[in-house]
């Protein structure tokens, strides 16, 4: 599995970005799919989580009502919508996926996935 993300960038407080991560992989849609950050000096941390089907979605109480996690099967790529951007917001952005989840689970533990993206950078200034 081959994860590539894309969409970082550097915008103002308040912005918004639109973040994909595109999947090599016969079988995207057994996939569970989630997005982490890491800010410069603190560990990598949970953001967003979407089940097989795209039916359940899970957040990371920081981002809740701020940003949207979306997939698209038939193109085999997550998308991580951005909203209200904060300072605090700023960090590289990873996508990465599970193959060893179940129907309607979402995963927030990063132990659990076995493929990661090279990370895209999300710069927000105040």
């Known amino acids: 599995v081959q994860l590539q993300a894309s969409g970082g960038g550097l915008v103002q407080a308040g912005g918004s970005l639109r973040l994909s991560c595109a999947a090599s992989v016969p079988t995207f849609s057994a996939l569970v799919m989630g997005w982490f950050r890491q800010a410069p000096g603190k560990e990598r941390e949970f953001v967003a989580a979407?089940?097989?089907?795209?039916?359940?979605?899970g957040y990371a109480d920081s981002v809740k009502g701020r940003f949207t996690i979306s997939r698209d099967n038939a193109e085999k790529t997550v998308y991580l919508q951005l909203s209200s951007l904060r300072p605090e917001d700023t960090a590289v952005y990873y996508c990465?996926?599970?193959?060893?989840?179940?129907?309607?689970?979402?995963?927030?533990?990063?132990?659990?996935?076995?493929?990661w993206g090279q990370g895209t950078l999300v710069t927000v200034s105040s």
């Open positions: 979407i089940s097989w089907g795209g039916y359940r979605k």
């Open positions: 990465a996926a599970c193959d060893s989840g179940v129907s309607g689970e979402v995963i927030s533990d990063d132990r659990r996935y076995q493929y």
